[in-house]
């Protein structure tokens, strides 16, 4: 119910701003006489999606000697297909623009076929090792696979998760796979982490330059740019010259992106870059060794500082309330 | 709430409503600049990445200066009077920001309120363990009625729904610690819901207000729900949602407990579907998943994975068949519900799948260990649900 709004609309409607129809119908609405569950069918289907691959996770992982390997790749896989191809039924005709979705569940029936396939070949290269020592690029192939479908059926969900797994497939080949090429594994899996937050960050700028698909750039943007934030971070602990060496690569680029989403009015962005900019000004204050009181006194004068930039570049970016 | 704040408050839902309008097409540009004319706002307000910063800034500043200042002092009295001072204190500067400066939806006002929040609230632990009372039930009990009244006042005199949560969590909290604090706290969830049920309809109070007598209420229910839940009582799991207090189970019979467990969400749910109202129904769900929980931990009759894979099957099926059900209806709408939009925006629950699906979505890691020798153990970066489960 919306009691200030119920009041407000027959007096829209006398100043003409509604029409008489439009202000019955909003009438309806404020009162609490009409009463959306939009929300709550989405989701009923998102935690529908949840459970099911739950599910179908235990299922393997604690039966599939009962059942058999192979009867249990066929089941899923059989799901997958059913999912993906009723899907593909329902599917608008392909664009490289946003396409309306042909139906309230059709986002969830995608989703569910993707990780029930992404569930099957995972299953299939544990039991047949069919990529052998090369075992983690299964989880390229599923990366690259859901990237092409959330590209076909336009959604975004798949595509955010195609490029969390493709996080992924770095992460594990440098743990497991490729360690003698990358000496010092803490600092390979730092520096994969920037590697992939940078490639994000191009697959982004690449998607509104070609307008492929450009409203998929912020979920490779956003992934992007916390993959090379976090990364940063996680190496403002180190001790000596490269905790400081991280310390100025952390403000320099959040400074750098503060900087470049102050220009382009991107406010998430811009928030990222200076919550970076002030990790790395305490991860700095800690450094410098100045007592309790002391490391107290810069946070306080660095938080003033900050508050009193932001409250200019507020005034100019004017983001919307 | 001052008047000033309320009216603001009030000419902000119009405009918020306007907005969901236009976004749904029903009202096109000028309409809604029409609209933000008739209803201007005249307070200082910030969009939602400068108000998170501004609020994280302000509390940062807050705690280093409250630090600096209570490091002037040894000795625990003097360290309380500082702390409260300073609640106080934030309190002002919270009465000055959202008055004279007509500062709302800003972050650094919130934080002001929150630093004066937690302020009083230590300030107030402190002069207890300093006047040397033991923190037995009957103390913490009183504490907990302070704070309740304390987080009441801030949501109350401010308008921040959170507190007023908070004001619910101790008061609920405080009451199941007296003898017989269940049924206590029934018969008081019995007597308060239809006034906050109410008050969050209700045209005298401004829409902060309503939002805070929801929040409530919210929190109310739960709490009944986690103390009178059988699961709770048996294995003294109501402690997970009471934190540190658990309550004892003091004169309540465990068939009451079983009764409750199975007819509280039906009877939320019915509320919500009878008079149409979206918490109720949210709220009667949620329990309801709990209830099954319960009834699957005394009665094992399926696998887990069959419950999951069931029940995730049921309702995929449900949420289809609702949306049917209400589509087929005249107008799209049936009983007063409908399954479309209405205005409201879908990004945000979007960008909520998005997160959620990032994290716990990500496909799990094959562990070939048979024949390659290699294990794998879980993703260093990016793969949350990268847990080598399979």
Known sequence: MNPDAAKAIPEFARRGIISRERASLLLRIACGDLVTVHREIRLLFYLGVLLTTTGVGLLVQRNYRHIGPVTIAVVIGAGAVACLSLAAKRAQPFSWMETPSPSLGFDYLLLLGVLLAGADLAFIEIQFTPLGAHWPWHLLIVSVLMACIAVRYDSRTVFSIALSTFAAWRGLSVSFIEKPVWLASEESVRMNSLGCGVLFVLLGSFLVRGKKKPHFEPVAVHLGWFLILGALVSGIGGGGAEGIVYIALLSTTGAFLAWRSYSGRRFGLFAFGVFAVYLAAIGLVFKAGLGFSGDLACIMITSVVLIALLWKAQKKMKEPV | ?390
């Open chain 2, 1 to 390: 709430m001052r008047t000033d704040a309320s009216n603001a408050d009030r000419k902000q839902a119009v405009r918020e409503t306007a907005r969901d309008w236009s976004r749904a097409g029903w009202i096109d540009e000028n309409a809604f600049r029409a609209i933000e004319n008739l209803y201007p706002d005249d307070r200082v307000r910030s969009g939602p990445a400068f108000r998170i910063l501004f609020f994280a800034l302000t509390l940062g500043a807050i705690a280093g200066a409250a630090g600096i200042a209570s490091l002037m002092f040894r000795d625990q009295l003097a360290i309380a009077a500082i702390v409260l001072s300073a609640g106080l204190l934030c309190a002002g500067m919270t009465e000055y920001l959202t008055g004279p400066q007509r500062r709302r939806q800003g972050g650094i006002e919130a934080a002001f309120s929150l630093a004066a929040v937690i302020g009083v609230l230590v300030g107030l632990l402190l002069v207890t363990d300093k006047l040397g009372l033991s923190m037995d039930q009957h103390t913490l009990t009183l504490h907990l009625f302070a704070f309740a009244f304390v987080s009441g006042l801030a949501a109350w005199r401010w308008g921040y729904w959170p507190y007023a949560a908070l004001a619910a969590y101790f008061g609920s909290t405080s009451i199941f610690m007296l003898p017989a604090g269940r049924l206590l706290w029934i018969a008081a969830v019995l007597a308060a819901s239809r006034c906050l049920t109410m008050g969050s309809d209700s045209p005298t109070l401004p829409p902060s207000l309503r939002k805070s007598a929801t929040a409530f209420l919210t929190v109310c229910l739960l709490a009944l729900y986690a103390g009178v839940n059988v699961l709770g009582l048996d294995q003294g799991l109501s402690g997970l949602f009471f934190g540190l207090w658990s309550p004892s189970a003091g004169f309540f019979p465990r068939w009451m407990s079983i009764v409750m467990t199975a007819m509280l969400p039906p009877v939320i749910f019915a509320i919500g579907v009878i008079k149409r109202r979206r918490l109720f129904l949210n709220l009667g769900f949620l329990m309801a998943i709990c209830s099954f929980a319960t009834l699957r931990f005394y009665f094992h009759i399926v696998p887990p994975w069959t419950v999951f894979i069931g029940s995730g099957l049921l309702l995929f099926a449900a949420a289809a068949g609702l949306r049917r059900f209400l589509d087929s209806g005249e107008g799209g709408e049936r009983g007063g519900f409908t399954a479309a939009s209405l205005g409201e925006d879908p990004r945000k629950q979007r960008g909520m799948e998005e997160l959620v699906g990032i994290a716990t979505l990500t496909p799990g890691v094959a562990e070939p260990v048979q024949k390659s020798g290699m294990r794998g153990s879980g993703g260093e970066f990016g793969g949350g649900g990268a847990s080598g489960d399979f």
